[in-house]
């Protein structure tokens, strides 16, 4: 149990075009979902949380105009990177919170998407 | 603000050996939860542990054991008699309350040679 899917598992895009990644958990539900970023070689930076039926906050930094985070079920998180250009490829890592196991903070993550941009 | 220190690069050991992981965490609140993940080249992350706060028992898992201590905010993590598959990024992370996204250390590089 507690998979979290991604799609797709890797883009290719042209500049100035938008890519939307999915976020899945296949077997539990959750109300909070969190996207990471991770540039090659370094490490995991967290870019919003993505909640269920409200609106996503972001961290510092990261602008919400361009990464377009969309949380419209319990099982369903998409984030939207519009104008992508090539300083925007990266490894996108999506994780879920199980509802049921609100208490134990359990995150389960997705395996990643890689987008490129050319 | 959390921070999550890994001050190792990268390591490199030969098989069989034990190699421990170094982590260092800052945070102001009292409630916490502290990771370790894998991270192999495919990219998917591997869960290894969690640990809360207030529970500062080492545990050990095969061939992993983990050191938390509190007094010095480390959550250090070794690996006994190393093999090949154990190569991969290793990351330390933090979250604060539980509730949030986490804090990841800047991960260790760890090589096996055979």
Known sequence: GAVVSQHPSWV????????KIECRSLDFQATTMFWYRQFPKQSLMLMATSNEGSKATYEQGVEKDKF????????????TVTSAHPEDSSFYICSARDLGLATTYEQ?????TRLTVT | AQKVTQAQTEISVVEKEDVTLDCVYE????TYYL??????PSGELVFLIRRNSFDEQNEISGRYSWNFQKSTSSFNFTITASQVVDSAVYFCALSEG????LTFGKGTHLIIQP
């Open chain 2, 98 to 101: 539980g509730a949030d996204g």
């Open chain 1, 12 to 19: 290719i895009c042209k500049s100035g075009t938008s890519v």
């Open chain 2, 35 to 40: 990771f370790w993940y894998k991270q192999p």
């Open chain 2, 27 to 30: 945070t102001r609140d009292t």
């Open chain 1, 68 to 79: 377009l985070i969309n949380h419209a079920s319990l099982t369903l998180s998409t984030l």
């Open chain 1, 108 to 112: 389960y993550f997705g395996p990643g």
